[in-house]
């Protein structure tokens, strides 16, 4: 199964508002509403910021939200800040009962 | 909340294979709606899913690895390992156990361990 397509990196100005997208095909994001993101910090493991598709685990703040549009997720930051700076990952289950990660993204913070 | 922490060896060499286990805190293998799931990620590289079990016992495996990997449970131990076989330098990477949390409503990776990383040289 091939990784679901992010762009390499997204970048915004602090205050700002990012959105970083994961476009699988009818195999996976298009055909459950099982879209997670994760934010990774080097050196780190990843941490769960989005499940099925626009919910926020407690303790994540609310500047982080998803939705999903056909065979496209998206994540959007809001209030982009210093410590937003770092890879994200989109994930998603299959049709065959499997799991595929995104390719990931790089975020900064100008 | 639960805790996953992994253990095995650092180095690995060459056509050897790799055995990985994770032990499980504060929750029990043994919960319905849990599969147990191991991802890697090679140096500088995105994250790959490897495979998942349930406590039952049903697994199922990335396609481009599934001849070489084998994931097992232990629920008398509360743990859960990965073996990996016929190793070359492309398996070097941090390798990450993690609980799947897949109800009728909902699939997430929720948590996750620290990673370790393996090196595949001679």
């Known amino acids: 199964q091939s990784a679901l397509a992010q762009p390499a990196s997204v970048s915004g100005s602090p205050g700002q508002s990012i959105t970083i997208s994961c476009t699988g095909t009818s195999s996976d994001v298009g055909s459950y509403n099982y879209v997670s993101w994760y934010q990774q910090h080097p050196g780190k493991a990843p941490k769960l910021m989005i499940y099925d598709v626009s919910k926020r685990p407690s303790g994540v703040s609310n500047r982080f939200s998803g939705s999903k549009s056909g065979n496209t997720a998206s994540l959007t930051i809001s209030g982009l800040q210093a410590e937003d700076e770092t890879d994200y990952y989109c994930?998603?289950?299959?049709?065959?009962?499997?799991?595929?990660f995104g390719t990931g993204t790089k975020v900064t913070v100008l | 909340q639960v805790q996953l922490q992994e253990s095995g060896p650092g180095l690995v060499k060459p056509s050897e294979t790799l055995s990985l286990t994770c032990t499980v805190s504060?929750?029990?293998?043994?919960?319905?709606?849990?599969?147990w799931s191991w991802i890697r990620q090679p140096p500088g590289k995105g994250l790959e899913w490897i495979g998942y079990?349930?406590?039952?016992?049903?697994?199922n495996y990335n396609s481009s690895l599934k001849s070489r990997v084998t994931i097992s449970v232990d629920t008398s131990k509360n743990q859960f390992s990965l073996k990996l076989s016929s190793l070359t330098a492309a398996d070097t990477a941090v390798y990450y156990c993690?609980?799947?949390?897949?109800?009728?409503?909902?699939?997430?990776?929720?948590?996750w361990g620290l990673g370790t990383l393996v090196s595949v040289s001679s």
């Open positions: 504060g929750g029990s293998v043994s919960s319905g709606s849990n599969y």
């Open positions: 994930s998603s289950y299959t049709t065959i009962s499997t799991w595929v």
């Open positions: 993690a609980n799947l949390y897949c109800s009728r409503t909902s699939c997430y990776l929720g948590y």
């Open positions: 079990i349930s406590y039952s016992g049903s697994s």
